[in-house]
């Protein structure tokens, strides 16, 4: 059982940034890979990054790449999602989950957190 935390969320304008983090409770965090996904109101959940385990491979959807960057503290059980030069469609939930291997689909996932709001002003 992996329980997930998410903080760091808040109000910035565009173009500023915002890192966003997720620790997680229980022993094994370190073999699952982690990922960030988000929500607009309307929409559905959508992939944003993923990184493996061990912190060596990590992937992310083009609408984020370049400007967003996933990293993770094993040692802190802690993930982290970098953001930078943030757009208003950033807006958004963000969740981080967990999963037993990276992949970019929802349903792979068995752990999530309960979110955190990211809003982005023009």
């Known amino acids: 059982q992996v329980q997930l935390v998410e903080s760091g969320g808040g109000l910035v304008q565009a173009g500023g940034s915002l890192r966003l983090s997720c620790t997680a409770s229980?022993?094994?965090?370190?073999?699952?890979?982690m990922a960030w996904f988000r929500q607009a109101p309307g929409k559905e959940r959508e992939f944003v990054a993923v990184?493996?385990?061990?912190?060596?491979?990590?992937y992310y959807a083009d609408s984020v790449k370049g400007r967003f960057t996933i990293s993770r503290d094993n040692a802190k059980n802690t993930v982290y999602l970098q953001m930078n030069s943030l757009k208003p469609e950033d807006t958004a939930i963000y969740y981080c989950?967990?999963?037993?291997?990276?992949?970019?689909?929802?349903?792979?996932?068995?752990?999530w957190g309960q979110g955190t709001q990211v809003t982005v002003s023009s």
């Open positions: 990184i493996n385990w061990t912190g060596t491979n990590t």
């Open positions: 989950a967990a999963a037993t291997y990276s992949s970019r689909s929802r349903s792979n996932y068995n752990y």
């Open positions: 229980g022993r094994t965090f370190s073999s699952y890979s």
